[in-house]
Nanobody
Framework: VQLQASGGGLVQAGGSLRLSCVAS????????MGWYRQAPGKERELVAL???????NYADSVKGRFTISTDNGKNAGDLQMNSLKPEDTAVYYC?????????WGQGTQVTVSS
């Protein structure tokens, strides 16, 4: 399974970005998709998660600002990020669970200027 993430970039505080992740390869179904982020000097943290049943979970710091969604028919998902803050600056990683195995995409840089 390969993951291709896109959509990162530079944005001013208060702006929006939409990250996308597309999975390819031997995929039967995605059990869960998540977005993680890692800022310099910090550990990687979960930002948002969605399961195949539609359950979602968000980090407290992004609740009400970020929305995760998936299109299992296309083995893809998005993370809509609104009202971005400088503290959202990080490398964002797409993560999926396929047949109980985890897979990571390459990171995409999100930089929010103040």
């Amino acid at each position: 399974v390969q993951l291709q993430a896109s959509g990162g970039g530079l944005v001013q505080a208060g702006g929006s970005l939409r990250l996308s992740c597309v999975a390819s390869g031997s995929i039967f179904s995605i059990s869960a998709m998540g977005w993680y982020r890692q800022a310099p000097g910090k550990e990687r943290e979960l930002v948002a998660l969605i399961t195949s049943s539609g359950y979602t979970n968000y980090a407290d710091s992004v609740k009400g600002r970020f929305t995760i969604s998936t299109d299992n028919g296309k083995n893809a998902g998005d993370l809509q990020m609104n009202s971005l803050k400088p503290e959202d600056t990080a490398v964002y990683y797409c993560h999926v669970i396929v047949r109980s195995r985890p897979y990571w995409g390459q990171g995409t840089q999100v930089t929010v200027s103040s």
